[in-house]
C-alpha cells in the first residue's frame, strides 16, 4: 500500500537553531514528490516538486532533497515567519492523485 | 495568471441543513479540480475530483456530493449535514495531465452545530 509518514509531528526551535523535517514514503514508483507549506486557517502553499533521487531545490531558508526512500527538507537559521505546519505528498506511478502525509508543525521561537 | 476563490472562509450550519461550498478557477481552462477535507492534525483526505464538466469522481463514500457545471466550477453539497462532516474544506486545482503541484485555496472552516 501506497503510504507517506511524517516526521516529527512537531518540531519546536530556538531562531537560527538549523534542523530538518523527513518526509518517507512507500510507493511502488514515484512520478515525483511535493512539499507543501500550511499557516493556521490557510490553504497550503505550494513550496517544491522534486522527481528523481539526488535531486535538490532551495528557497531562502528551506532546501529539499529526495532519496529513493525519503524526502528532507532542511531549514538554515530559521525565523520566527517560518513557523507553519509543512506537508509532504507524494505521487506514485499507479495514478495521479496525491498522497499526503499528516504533516510537521514547526515553531520557531525569537 | 491564475487563481482558484473558495467561499465562505467559515460557516456554522445546524445539524440536518444542506450545505454548498462553491470554487471558481481563473485564468485557466479544463484545470483538474479537487475537494479535500482536513481535520486537525491529519493529512489531507480526497472527497472528489474532476476532470472536467460533469465528470466526478469520489474517493470516500460519504454524505457529501460535487458538481462541476462549468469548466471552471466546483461546487460540494450536502442534502444534510452530520456533526462528523466539520471539518477545514480545501478545492485545489492544477492543469490537467501534468506533474504540478496543487494550487489550493483559502479553505472553507465549517462547523456543524
Known amino acids: 500500500e501506497d503510504q507517506v509518514t511524517q516526521s516529527p509531528e ?21 512520478r515525483g514528490l511535493f512539499w507543501y507549506r500550511q499557516d493556521p486557517g490557510k490553504g497550503p502553499e505550494f513550496l517544491f516538486t522534486l522527481y528523481s533521487a539526488g535531486e535538490e531545490k532551495e528557497k531562502e531558508r528551506l532546501k529539499a532533497t529526495l532519496t529513493k526512500k525519503e524526502s528532507f527538507l532542511h531549514i538554515t537559521a530559521p525565523k520566527p ?8 505528498a507524494v505521487n506514485p506511478v499507479s495514478n495521479y492523485q496525491l498522497i499526503w502525509g499528516a504533516g510537521t508543525k514547526l515553531i520557531i521561537k525569537p | 495568471s491564475q487563481t482558484i476563490h473558495q467561499w465562505p472562509a ?3 450550519q445546524p445539524v440536518g ?5 462553491e470554487c471558481t478557477v481563473e485564468g485557466t481552462s479544463n484545470p483538474n479540480l479537487y475537494w479535500y477535507r482536513q481535520a ?12 472536467g464538466i460533469g465528470q466526478i469522481s469520489s474517493e470516500v463514500p460519504q454524505n457529501l ?7 471552471r466550477q466546483f461546487i460540494l453539497s ?6 462528523s462532516d466539520s471539518g477545514f474544506y480545501l ?23
Not at chain 1, 13 to 28: I, R, W
Not at chain 2, 17 to 21: A, M
Not at chain 2, 91 to 113: H, I, N
Open chain 1, 10 to 30: 512537531a518540531l519546536r526551535l530556538q531562531e537560527g537553531e538549523s534542523s530538518s523535517l523527513n518526509c518517507s514514503y512507500t510507493v511502488s514508483g514515484l
Open chain 1, 81 to 88: 515567519e517560518d513557523s507553519a505546519t509543512y506537508l509532504c
Open chain 2, 10 to 12: 467559515t460557516l456554522v
Open chain 2, 17 to 21: 441543513s444542506p450545505l454548498s461550498l
Open chain 2, 40 to 51: 486537525a492534525g491529519r493529512g489531507l483526505q480526497l472527497l472528489f475530483y474532476s476532470v
Open chain 2, 65 to 71: 456530493s460535487a458538481s462541476r457545471p462549468q469548466d
Open chain 2, 78 to 83: 450536502s442534502k444534510k449535514l452530520l456533526l
Open chain 2, 91 to 113: 478545492c485545489a486545482w492544477r492543469p490537467p495531465g501534468q506533474l504540478y503541484g496543487y494550487t489550493f485555496g483559502s479553505g472553507t472552516r465549517l462547523t456543524v452545530v
